[in-house]
């Protein structure tokens, strides 16, 4: 175990660095070994071990006899054998061993150096990028995904009534249905599968407007038409009216499945479904190859973009044996005892790679199941008045104290005499009430309902959502960003420098843990320099502040690089050694340095001191927050979650539909015939959430809705077809040109939304 973790740091240095790995990762024997084995009175007796090496042809290994190697297991416990493997490798080269050391496989040279070569510009993020690419393509990744258009070729039924037809199951509709006609028991839905396609999840969407023909038993069978082999029965719950899942966890693809309707409730006669559902997968999609590579599929990564298809599959061989490798040793080097101290912190910068590992997965969720507390038998009543917190929201300014806020009126509730046991938000997962509300003035039995209202609204008075209205609390100020146009990252908040009422903020910490515990949401709109700190990990001025104050960056980037000449003509004696924080209070960065001048050989001083203030103005109240935290969440977990699953634990996805979003859309100097909105919308529709969440970034800086956004017709190359999209995210302007198909305007569109993240042609980014 410790030859393995030294040879994991290691290899943790080399990905930071982005140089050649360890020779031992990259380790592939050579495809023909032929050697005689003579002792030294020429040929004798032994054994030859029979190897399969792939597509080139098999090779005989020769191993020693059945004495040598009981001897062996008699005086050392293990087996005496050639290393073919690179773990084996692995294991010889960076762990002491006792007696002799078995015969390592000669290595193909020139396989190992194409493993070990770096493409140019390669970086750490490029490894971070596709590790991305990697999970999104794995099982886990892809099980997200509807695929019953995708996959399926036709689907056939035993019979349909008239404008209930087969047609109704796909078309993902709540008001439609498909409805079979004839005797009961022969009825009947027949997949044609596409060809490769492994189903992982298969389910029936259940029409329960009447009872008799929801069905009630119900048997799956797959395989080819002629040969149809029974896969699983299924009885179905009398109190389920919404999703069946009728089969899982395919292993092979099968041409034909066939659902087969035994029996209705109620004894009817036919069936009616609103849908089918299905998750499946390529089979060659399960499968690391060079074509996983294609540039089409890459569009989502632009770091990747332009490298090689087989650079890009040697690379990812090399991070999926770095996470098996990393895997074997991860549960030593997470203690399990919130009283011991791990030794993963000199692996945190390969913590996005754990998203790979099934390892870091069942860890996290046997450190918050082995911490988990007992459930309050009575869930604390706490009185609140959302009419006086409404009040308060509109003008904040007439009452400093937010004593009628119902972030205030909780917290105090639940310190209050009355709630004599504090809670401790470890709850198991099932318990999904954490306190009861009864709104004053209004007529609401709390049954989960009224708790989980209270929770938006707390999300929404620490962060409010629009940016028309005041901050009603003070724990949280804007960021600089929100007020400028030419951001991608302009709906975000960080916590108040000047806010040191640190009670609260551990509270607020509190419940961020335990939203994370369980499956309630605390929507938090805080930029990555802050939820890295909370799940600690390393900070950057470049990377992480430009998503606070991207001009502060610019600016400091022009400072640096300006010569003698210009640092006088746009400063002369006025740049003082002061800095303005995020909640407008201007500091000194030294004694008296606000009536000391900056000299030009002294810039690079003044701008260390800078971001030295600017990256710890809010690190007592993120300390603050991150202690509370740690009182729900062992540390643990934290080592093991990325600042992004922190953040999607705790916040949720910002799951955005096109539904939704067209109702925030003005289509403005568009006949209503035109093709142009046409097909965009018809791009829209072939979005992920993801890829929709993206659009509306780089239209408006903003991640999630409500935003208003106006598109108009691209007008300065009116004759032009297929340009790249533009948009204004000060006004929330999209520019649609002209496209010659839906298809085109669905790859310029997601192209531009994952590669300029701010195509803004409101200011020059020289004008800072």
Request: aromatic content about 10%.
């Amino acid at each position: 175990m410790l030859g393995r973790l030294r040879f994991l740091l290691q290899c943790s240095e080399c990905f930071r660095r982005a140089q050649a790995l360890p020779p031992a990762l990259c380790y592939v024997p050579r495809e023909e070994q032929l050697e005689e084995y003579r002792g030294t009175h020429g040929l004798e007796e032994g054994w030859v071990l029979a190897r399969r090496f792939g597509e080139k042809g098999d090779k005989l290994i020769p191993v020693d006899s059945v004495q040598r190697i009981q001897c062996q297991r008699q005086t050392l416990g293990v087996d005496y054998k050639p290393a073919v493997s690179w773990e084996q490798v692995v294991d010889l080269t960076y762990s002491m061993r006792l007696g002799e050391m078995p015969r390592l496989i000669e290595q193909d040279e020139a396989a190992v150096q194409k493993f070990r070569f770096v493409p140019p510009g390669w970086t750490y993020e490029h490894d971070l990028e596709l590790g991305r690419f990697l999970y999104d393509h794995s099982e886990k990744g892809l099980q997200r995904v509807d695929c019953t258009k995708e996959h399926i070729n036709s689907i056939e039924v035993s019979s349909q009534t008239e404008d209930c037809g087969a047609a109704h199951l796909t078309d993902n509709r709540t008001d439609t249905f498909w409805e079979s006609s004839g005797p009961s028991g022969q009825h009947w839905v027949r997949l044609n599968m596409k060809k490769g396609a492994i189903v992982k999840r298969l389910w029936l969407l259940l029409d329960g407007q009447a009872n008799s023909y929801v069905p009630r038993r119900v048997a799956v069978y797959g395989g080819t038409p002629s040969r149809l082999q029974h896969l699983r029965t299924v009885l179905i719950n009398e109190s389920t009216y919404q999703n069946v899942c009728i089969l899982r966890d395919m292993k092979t693809y099968m041409p034909v499945l066939e659902i087969r309707f035994l029996e209705c409730r109620d004894q009817g006669y036919n069936v009616r479904l609103q849908g089918i559902k299905i998750v499946s997968f390529w089979e060659w999609d399960l499968t690391l190859n060079a074509d996983m590579f294609q540039p089409a599929r890459l569009v989502r990564y632009p770091l990747l973009e332009g490298v090689d298809a087989d650079v890009l599959y040697r690379r990812a061989v090399l991070i999926q044996r770095f996470v098996q490798l990393l895997g074997s040793v991860l549960c030593y080097l997470i203690p399990l005892s919130e009283d011991s101290i791990g030794t993963f912190n000199a692996l945190t910068s390969m913590k996005p790679f754990l998203l790979l590992s099934k390892q870091g997965e069942a860890l996290i969720a046997h450190c918050l199941q082995s911490s988990e507390s007992s459930a309050p038998l009575i869930p604390p009543k706490l009185y609140i008045n959302r009419l006086l917190a409404r009040e308060h929201c509109a003008n904040p300014a007439l009452d400093p104290s937010c004593r009628n806020a119902v972030f205030t009126q909780l917290y105090d509730g639940l310190r209050s005499s009355k709630n004599d046991q504090p809670l401790d938000y470890r709850w198991p997962l099932t318990y999904r009430q954490w306190w009861e509300c009864d709104f004053i003035t209004e007529g609401i039995i709390d049954d989960g309902g009224g708790f989980r209202d209270s929770l938006s609204d707390v999300s929404e008075e620490l962060c409010p959502s629009s940016s028309d209205v005041p901050v009603p609390l003070p724990f949280f100020v804007r960021t600089s960003n929100q007020a400028n146009s030419s951001s991608d990252a302009r709906d975000m908040y960080v916590p108040n420098p000047s806010c040191k009422d640190f009670p609260k903020y551990e509270w607020i910490g509190q419940l961020m843990g335990a939203a994370l515990r369980s499956k309630e949401f605390l929507v938090l709109s805080l930029p990555a320099l802050v939820w890295k700190q909370l799940a600690g990990e390393e900070i950057s001025w470049n990377k992480d502040f430009a998503t606070v104050d991207s001009e502060l960056v610019k600016l400091l980037e022009v400072l640096e690089r300006v010569d003698k000449e210009g640092f006088e003509f746009m400063f002369g004696r006025e740049l003082t050694y002061t800095t303005v924080l995020s909640d407008q209070r201007m500091v000194e960065l030294i004694p008296n340095g606000s009536n000391t001048a900056v000299r030009y050989e002294d810039r690079k001083e003044f701008i260390r001191l800078v971001q030295k203030a600017r990256l710890e103005e809010s690190k007592e109240q993120i300390a603050a927050m991150r202690a509370g935290l740690l009182l729900v969440v062992p540390q643990p977990v934290l080592d093991l979650l990325t600042w992004q699953q922190m953040e999607k634990r705790i916040c949720g996805d910002p799951e955005i539909t096109v539904a939704e979003l067209q109702k925030f859309m003005m289509f403005e100097d568009f006949n209503p015939d035109d093709t142009r909105v046409q097909y965009f919308l018809e791009a829209l529709n072939n979005f992920t959430s993801e890829d929709l969440s993206r659009f509306l970034k780089f239209v408006t800086g903003r991640s999630r809705l409500p935003v208003q956004i106006h598109v108009y017709p691209e007008k300065s190359n009116l004759d032009a077809l297929d340009l790249m999209p533009q948009s204004c995210t000060c006004s929330c302007t999209f520019l649609l040109p002209n496209y010659s198909s839906a298809k085109v305007c669905e790859e310029m569109l997601r192209y531009a939304v994952y590669n300029c993240t701010s195509i803004d042609t409101d200011k020059n980014l020289w004008d800072v």
